[in-house]
């Protein structure tokens, strides 16, 4: 994920340079300085997401599961609003490039999704739902 992120980022500084070439906008420190900070919070937020799966995955009550899952969410988008908040406020920073970082491992799983390289073809499809997990309480992320 880290590399995929700052491949994101190269991509993403020489798009900015190139649009300063073209004379659409000036590029100063601050499209650097707001790009790397916002993958670092990019990230942060991916090694928070990774370790909130490997504790959930080792408990064996549903609901604390869910809970965990919950808490987890909640916490990754106060941060990441937090930060893209901070950048508006902030004079060294700008918004756009500071929260483009934040859309980099929703790209990067996408990308290797798409080349096969996390879930194989054959075992993308969904499975029949077995009548255990029609049964069971489908908790969405918006409800409280």
């Known amino acids: ?7 994101c980022a190269m991509i993403q500084l020489c798009a900015f340079a190139a649009l300063h ?3 659409i906008l000036p590029f100063t420190y601050r499209i650097p300085l707001s790009t790397v ?9 991916f090694i928070i997401l990774c370790l909130s799966v490997q504790k959930a995955a080792g408990m064996t009550d549903q ?7 919950q808490l987890s969410y909640n916490a990754r988008l106060l941060l990441q609003a937090g ?5 508006f406020l902030l004079p ?18 996408l990308f290797l999704q798409k080349q096969g390289k996390l879930v194989e073809p054959s075992t993308r499809k969904n499975p029949e739902p077995s009548e255990e997990d029609e049964e069971e309480d489908h908790l969405e992320s918006f409800e409280v």
């Not at 930060?83 to 950048?87: N, S």
């Open 83 to 87: 930060w893209v908040v901070a950048a």
């Open 92 to 109: 060294p920073f700008t918004v756009v490039a500071a929260a483009a970082p934040l859309l980099y491992p929703t790209v990067i799983i």
């Open 63 to 69: 609901k604390a599961m869910k809970a965990q899952m």
């Open 37 to 45: 900070v916002g993958t670092g919070v990019s990230l942060l937020g």
């Open 1 to 7: 994920m880290a590399i995929g992120c700052l491949i």
């Open 21 to 23: 070439f073209l004379g």
